[in-house]
């Protein structure tokens, strides 16, 4: 009910601005409606953050606010039309129209039914699966987590500096969500909302370029079709909002330059500063989009000079209203806007070194492109044998090593002969991917060079840019997410890809049915979310569905929800990347004290300041928790990690809580023991590969240890 409330009274105030600002399009109202929402819940973040006041009655009364203003500015604009009435739900719901379309591009209905039909099974995954990606339960919800529990944005020690000095804007919305359900249910939807309002701009930036409006629909419907898109759209990372707010930014500062239109710009300016503040990797594009700017500027300086003046005052408001909050804090706390220097020289690198990372990355990046991700295995795997042979012969040629390593130190992450999953960390756009959009990419820039066009241009730069400057830093399997900004923005090229005339008929046909064959696999055999396979998520309980991307943290969550209560204050003594998350409990009601850095002794005083019952901690060696916890009691242990108890412990009590735990899990897709074999032998611990025993890739750990296990 509270989210019902709250998220009336956002649309409410988006609603009356946007109609204030009359702007020049129907897809530039709901863009724009888009924008001022988000905008709403960040701003009223913002505020209630700064005054320690992080709960849902503050949230409710700040919208309210929001919403009378708006009341009283749209009344004195002479209350113009809504935008219900410049959408025309008359029209939008008119039968005949909708016949008439079904005729004529019957191929576009069908591959509009398949996308709404794999987002629709989005929705219900989102509803049914607990967010389960590594950085989400490492930092992007964890950061949701200390938020409520210390009433404020600003930083908490932590082993961890991802979560105290990143752009926060995703995580904001994910925060909305719980305040007002009280749990993580809905968190993915801000992730999958991102999708609707990029096709928006995609859409939109097509009929600027001159698509006709079943072109522009079908680039928006054939962009949410790739496999980064499809499969991010489920999680609660942050890409395909920066993609959303970015590409609405740039489709809106194009149409307010070419309509004159001031109200398109200054919400152009408030979704700049909206990507800025949701991801770091937005200013790798601000080249590109400079040199566009001073493009635009050049060839017509009487009669731009005034429309980017306000675009650019519009930019530096979004970006100190929306865009700045935790750059002031890390100013504030870490003497540098991105953070602690040394965490920033960890990301960068050292200057010296890009230019032979970019030299050894490029030819990297252009083999990763050819993406075979949602494609059957039986097509995939020759396919991908080829590739690599290729490949092979081609990195010969260029000296490149075939093992990638990421170029800062590490052993390789992979190599030519390692084909990524179904996944969201690995996953690239497919095959429409580099067989459509990569050549429209390179035919449109050509073309927009040959007719001097700097609106086509631009996203090609803007794109260019942004690669350019991730290639330098490092090479992961995982980075192609960072790509799924310009992948937006170039979308719109996507449009000339379809052809009317029956001349046309057989590539219409051949590239819907591409995309919903790669659309359908990706969707029921995603590894985070599998449902189809030897493990369906359906067959899963909750902490086997939250942990499926990294099993050997299922044990450790497993005994902290049988041991440890669900008001229990605890203590953590953690890695960089360990999950620490989920152990805020599902309704959030536990509290979590990082102890970083860790201290040389951990004593029975120390936890009772705190009120501190329990401590978990992740030791490999297994030296810390004998030498700095030695006076706390061990009550479970596998692996790293420990559960350590202050009081005195009933270990009867222990053993029966944590009795038969590993057999609550179903395993019979991996093992079965023999009935014979009943009382005469058991499996002391259980380890699957990474990804699941769909995705082995390593082995399988029976046994306490390599003397005993098999």
Not at 233 to 257: C, E, K, M, P, V
Not at 593 to 609: A, G, M, R, T
Request: charged share 15%.
């Amino acid at each position: 009910m509270g989210l019902l409330v709250a998220a009336t009274l956002v649309v409410t105030f988006a609603l009356l601005v946007v109609s204030v600002l009359r702007l020049p399009s129907r897809i530039a109202a709901l863009v724009g409606l888009y924008l001022l929402a988000y905008a709403n819940v960040v701003l009223v973040a913002e505020v209630a953050a700064t005054v320690r006041m992080l709960n849902a009655s503050a949230f409710l009364l700040i919208h309210l606010a929001l919403a009378i203003a708006a009341s009283i500015l749209w009344n004195r604009a002479g209350r113009p039309p809504l935008i219900w009435r410049s959408v025309s739900i008359r029209s939008v719901l008119n039968g005949r129209r909708a016949l008439n379309s079904l005729r004529t591009h019957p191929l576009l209905w069908v591959l509009g039914l398949g996308v709404t039909a794999a987002y629709l099974i989005g929705a219900g995954l989102i509803l049914r699966v607990p967010p389960n990606n590594w950085d989400s339960l490492a930092y992007h919800l964890s950061r949701v987590g200390y938020w409520l529990q210390h009433n404020s944005f600003y930083p908490w020690p932590t082993p961890n500096l991802r979560q105290t000095t990143l752009p926060m804007n995703a995580e904001i919305g994910v925060m909305w969500t719980v305040l007002f359900v009280g749990t993580d249910q809905w968190a993915g939807f801000v992730q999958w909302s991102a999708v609707a309002a990029s096709m928006a701009a995609i859409a939109g930036l097509s009929q600027l370029f001159g698509a006709s409006r079943a072109q522009a629909v079908f680039a928006a419907l054939l962009w949410a079709t790739l496999p980064e898109i499809l499969l991010q759209s489920t999680t609660t990372q942050n890409d395909l909002l920066a993609g959303a707010f970015f590409a609405s930014a740039i489709y809106l500062l194009y149409l307010g330059l070419q309509s004159r239109h001031n109200g398109a710009l200054l919400l152009s300016g408030l979704g700049m500063g909206l990507a800025l503040g949701t991801k770091t990797t937005i200013l790798f594009l601000l080249p590109g989009l400079a040199v566009t700017i001073l493009v635009l500027w050049f060839g017509h300086v009487r009669q731009r000079t005034r429309q980017l003046l306000v675009w650019t005052g519009a930019s530096l408001a979004g970006f100190l209203l929306v865009g700045a909050y935790v750059l002031a804090l890390n100013l504030v706390v870490y003497g540098h806007p991105l953070g602690p220097p040394s965490f920033v020289n960890d990301l960068a690198g050292s200057p010296e070194s890009w230019p032979g990372r970019l030299t050894a990355n490029i030819p990297r990046g252009l083999y990763q492109s050819v993406d075979l991700t949602g494609l059957p295995d039986s097509i995939a795997e020759p396919l991908h044998q080829v590739k690599a042979d290729v490949g092979t012969r081609v990195f010969s040629t260029l000296n490149v090593p075939t093992d990638f390593t990421p170029a800062v130190g590490e052993p390789g992450e992979s190599d030519l002969h390692w084909r990524p999953p179904v996944h969201e960390d690995f996953a690239a756009f497919g095959p429409v991917g580099f067989l459509l959009l990569v050549p429209a990419v390179t035919y449109q820039a050509s073309v927009a060079l040959a007719r001097k066009d700097p609106l086509r241009l631009g996203l090609a730069l803007m794109s260019v840019s942004l690669f350019l400057a991730i290639l330098p830093l490092s090479w992961y399997p995982w980075d192609n997410r960072y790509l799924v900004v310009a992948v937006t923005l170039c979308a719109p090229f996507l449009a000339l890809c379809w052809r009317s005339g029956s001349a046309y008929a057989l590539l219409r046909c051949s590239i819907v049915a591409l995309a919903l064959l790669v659309m359908g696999w990706t969707t029921t055999h995603n590894l985070s979310k599998p449902i189809f396979g030897a493990r369906r998520i359906w067959d899963m309980d909750t902490i086997e569905r939250q942990t499926i991307n990294h099993s050997s943290v299922e044990p450790v969550l497993r005994a902290a929800e049988r041991l440890i209560p669900q008001n229990a204050v605890v203590g953590t003594v953690m890695g960089y990347n360990d999950y620490d998350y989920p152990l805020f409990g599902r309704r959030f009601t536990r509290t979590v004290v990082p102890f970083y850095p860790p201290p040389k002794s951990i004593d029975h005083q120390l936890l009772e300041e705190q009120s501190i019952d329990f401590v978990i901690v992740t030791d490999y060696s297994g030296t810390y928790v004998s030498n700095s916890l030695a006076g706390l009691r061990t009550v479970w242990n596998t692996g790293p990690w420990y559960i350590l108890y202050r009081g005195e412990a009933d270990f009867n009590e222990w053993d029966a809580r944590l009795r038969n735990l590993l057999l609550e899990v179903n395993r019979k897709s991996v093992l079965t023991v023999d009935e014979s074999l009943a009382q005469r032998a058991g499996v002391g611990e259980f380890t699957l590969p990474q990804w699941g025993e769909d995705y082995p890739g390593g082995f399988i750990w029976l046994g306490e240890g390599a003397e005993e296990g098999i």
